[in-house]
């Protein structure tokens, strides 16, 4: 596969439930992003990793925990989310340090619903 | 505070060339991208502006102009598959900031 790629595509959980996205670059990128894309809102940075090091969290809530095992790979779990917390959930990568925010590729999204 | 301003929808026909315009107000400047998302896909990149100036690729063109906080995307020869949100983005002094996007319509 290239590109970004994100599973599952589509999920719904119930506010008890406990669930991971998960994203994968095969670009060969040394940062990774996870953003929130809500309706009529602009998309809302929550977590950046460069070289599998945390170097940003936007006062996101804890039922959000980012994880990167390695510079291929992001995973946010999701446990006792909201309503408010249904949105898409895209995945970025970039080439060279997070923090020059240099042309990012996403992910096509998670569609998730918290009933 | 940090501002983008982008129009939330347009509507356009078929071969026309529609100007999609962007506003900012940001601590700092290091440059402005344009994205493409279609409905349910993921946002593809489309062009970079660092200098004053338009930059042409193909049937899209971006202009920046840093002085008066303002960018536009063109796009030429409109096709039924532009129909989809544009969104702009500002390279920060240490953050990228996003438009809540421009939603295209073309008709036929």
């Known amino acids: 596969e290239t590109g970004v790629t994100q599973t599952p595509r589509h999920l719904v959980m119930g506010m008890t439930n406990k669930k991971s996205l998960k994203c994968e670059q095969h670009l060969g990128h040394n940062a990774m992003y996870w953003y929130k894309q809500s309706a009529k809102k602009p998309l809302e940075l929550m977590f950046v990793?460069?070289?599998?090091?945390?170097?940003e969290n936007n006062s996101v809530p804890s039922r959000f925990s980012p994880e990167c095992p390695n510079s291929s790979h992001l995973f946010l779990h999701l446990h006792t989310l909201q309503p408010e917390d249904s949105a898409l959930y895209l995945c970025a990568s970039s080439q060279g340090r997070a923090g020059v925010w240099n042309t990012q590729y996403f992910g096509p999204g998670t569609r998730l619903t918290v009933l | 505070g940090q501002n983008i301003d982008q129009p939330t929808e347009m509507t356009a026909t078929e071969g026309a060339i529609v100007q999609i315009n962007c506003t900012y107000q940001?601590?700092?400047?290091?440059?402005l991208f344009w994205y493409q998302q279609h409905a349910g896909e993921a946002p593809t990149f489309l062009s970079y502006n660092v200098l004053d100036g338009l930059e042409e690729k193909g049937r899209f063109s971006s202009f920046l102009s840093r002085s008066k906080g303002y960018s536009y995307l063109l796009l030429k020869e409109l096709q039924m598959k532009d129909s989809a949100s544009y969104l702009c983005a500002v390279k920060g002094t240490d953050k990228l900031i996003f438009g809540t996007g421009t939603r295209l319509q073309v008709f036929p």
């Open positions: 940001t601590s700092g400047f290091n440059g």
């Open positions: 990793y460069s070289l599998e090091e945390r170097v």
